[in-house]
C-alpha cells in the first residue's frame, strides 16, 4: 500500500517515538517490565509488513541505515569507550563467542538427522534444491552476517527459491531467538544467579563508563552537536572510502582473503568505523560523550532496528512450516550449548547473549543487545561482531561439508 520510503521512514519514527514515550509513562511501567521496548522497535514494524502496508523489499531505508546509520552508531558507542576497562572483562566473552560458533557449525547437522528421522523429505531435495546446500547459506548468516550468506551460496550453489526461503527462516529463527534474549535482559541478575556467574567486572565497566559521562555532562550547543555528526559521518565516508578500496585489492591480491570474509566491502566499512571510534577515544573527542555522541549513536542503532523489523513477516512461517522446524531444531542446540558452557565457567548471561548475537546478527544486532544491557557495553558487542564476520565463512564451510555428509545418509 505504501512504497514510499520517505512516508515509510516517517511511520517507523512515529512507533518509536510512541514506544518511548509510552515506556517513560507510569501507566504502561508494568508492561514495560516484562516486555522491552526493544522487543516493540523489533515487532511492531513487522506488522506493517505482515499486513502489506508495505513491501520491504522494494524499500531501501535498510541499506540506508545499515551502510550509513550503523557505522556511524559504531563510531559515537566507541567514542568514550574504555578499552583498559574492556580487558578487565576477561576471557569469558569470548569462550561464549566461540561457543556460539560452534553451536551453529554442529547444529546444522544435527538437525538435518534429527528430522530426517521424522520426515526425510523436509531435508531432501537433488542438486540445487538438495536443502543441506540452502542451509549453508543460513551457517553463514549465523555465523557472520550478509556477506558470509552470500559467499555460501556461491560456494554451495542453491537454487534461488531455497535460497529465498532460508532467507525467511533466517528472519524468523533468529528474531524468535532475539525475543527471548531481550526478555531475559530485564531477569538478567536471576539468570547470573542460576549460572553462578560473577558479574563484577561487567557492574565495574558501567559504573565507570556512567561516571564519566555524569561528570562531562552538559547541555549540548549547537557546535557541539554539529561536531558530533561531522565526526560521526566523517568517519562513515572515510570507511566507505577505504572499504573500496581494501575489499577490491584483497580480492585480487590474497587467495584466501574470501575464506576469512576480507574481500567483503561491509565487512571493511564496519572494521575501519569500529577502528576510527576506537582511536578517537584516545583522543578529546571523547569528551563529546558529555554532549551526548552516544545518545545520537543509540538513535541511529533504534532506527536500524526498526528496518530490521520491517523486513520481517511473521505469516511466512505458514509457507515452509518444515524448514523453520529445522531452523529451531538449530538453533535450539546453539542456545542449549551457551547456556551449558555459560554454566560450566559461571559466564554472566550478558556474554551469552552477546556471543549468540554477534554470530547470529553481527554488527547489526550484538551491539544492540549490548547496549540493551547498557550503553556503555555496546563496543563489546560492535568487537565481537567484526571477529564473527572473520570467522562467519570458515566456519560456515565446514557447516556444510558436514551436512552434506549427513544429508548422504539420510
Not at 557472520?144 to 527459491?161: I, K, L, R, T, W
Not at 562531562?216 to 572510502?241: M, Y
Not at 585489492?249 to 590474497?254: A, D, I, Y
Amino acid at each position: 500500500m505504501i512504497t514510499n520510503d520517505a512516508t515509510i521512514f516517517g511511520l517507523l519514527m512515529a512507533l518509536l517515538a510512541g514506544i518511548f514515550y509510552t515506556a517513560q509513562h507510569p501507566s504502561f511501567r508494568r508492561f514495560y517490565s516484562v516486555v522491552p521496548a526493544l522487543l516493540l522497535c523489533y515487532f511492531l514494524p513487522s506488522l506493517l509488513t505482515t499486513f502489506g502496508i508495505v513491501d520491504p523489499a522494494e524499500s531501501r531505508l535498510y541499506f540506508v541505515a545499515s551502510r550509513y546509520l550503523l557505522p556511524a552508531s559504531l563510531v559515537l558507542l566507541t567514542l568514550s569507550i574504555d578499552l583498559g576497562e574492556i580487558r578487565k572483562l576477561g576471557p569469558k566473552a569470548i569462550v561464549m563467542f566461540l561457543t556460539g560458533t560452534v553451536g551453529v557449525v554442529l547444529g546444522g547437522p544435527l538437525a538435518i538427522w534429527l528430522t530426517s528421522m521424522i520426515d526425510p523429505s523436509i531435508v531432501g531435495g537433488q542438486g540445487p534444491e538438495a536443502v543441506w546446500r540452502g542451509m549453508t547459506t543460513l551457517a553463514g548468516s549465523w555465523i557472520g552476517g550478509g556477506a558470509n550468506q552470500a559467499a555460501m551460496f556461491e560456494v554451495f550453489q542453491p537454487s534461488e527459491g531455497l535460497y529465498s526461503a532460508m532467507i525467511t527462516v533466517d528472519v524468523l529463527v533468529a528474531e524468535l531467538w532475539m525475543i527471548f534474549l531481550l526478555l531475559g535482559v530485564g531477569k538478567s541478575e536471576a539468570i547470573d544467579r542460576f549460572l553462578k556467574a560473577d558479574a563484577s567486572s561487567i557492574e565495574t565497566l558501567k559504573a565507570k563508563m556512567e561516571e564519566f559521562a555524569t561528570r562531562t555532562a552538559k547541555i549540548p550547543t549547537f557546535e557541539e552537536i554539529v561536531r558530533i555528526l561531522g565526526f560521526a559521518f566523517g568517519a562513515v565516508g572515510l570507511s566507505h572510502l577505504g572499504a573500496d578500496v581494501i575489499a577490491p585489492w584483497m580480492g585480487e591480491h590474497v587467495s584466501w582473503a574470501s575464506k576469512f570474509s576480507l574481500t567483503s566491502g561491509f565487512f571493511w566499512l564496519i572494521v575501519l568505523a569500529t577502528t576510527i571510534g576506537l582511536g578517537l577515544s584516545f583522543t578529546k573527542a571523547r569528551n563529546l560523550e558529555g554532549a551526548g555522541a552516544s545518545k545520537i549513536g543509540s538513535v541511529f542503532i533504534y532506527i536500524l532496528v526498526a528496518t530490521i523489523g520491517l523486513k520481517m513477516n511473521v505469516m511466512e512461517i505458514f509457507h515452509n512450516p518444515g524448514l523453520f522446524i529445522v531452523g529451531l531444531i538449530w538453533m535450539i542446540f546453539h542456545v542449549a550449548l551457551l547456556f551449558l558452557v555459560a554454566w560450566f565457567i559461571r559466564a554472566p548471561y550478558f556474554f551469552l547473549a552477546v556471543g549468540s548475537k554477534a554470530n547470529i546478527g553481527g554488527a547489526a544486532s550484538a551491539p544492540v543487545v549490548a547496549a540493551a544491557f547498557h550503553p556503555a557495553l555496546a563496543p563489546v558487542g560492535v568487537l565481537l561482531a567484526v571477529l564473527g564476520y572473520a570467522l562467519g565463512t570458515y566456519g560456515a564451510w565446514i557447516c556444510g561439508i558436514l551436512m552434506e555428509g549427513v544429508a548422504a545418509g539420510v
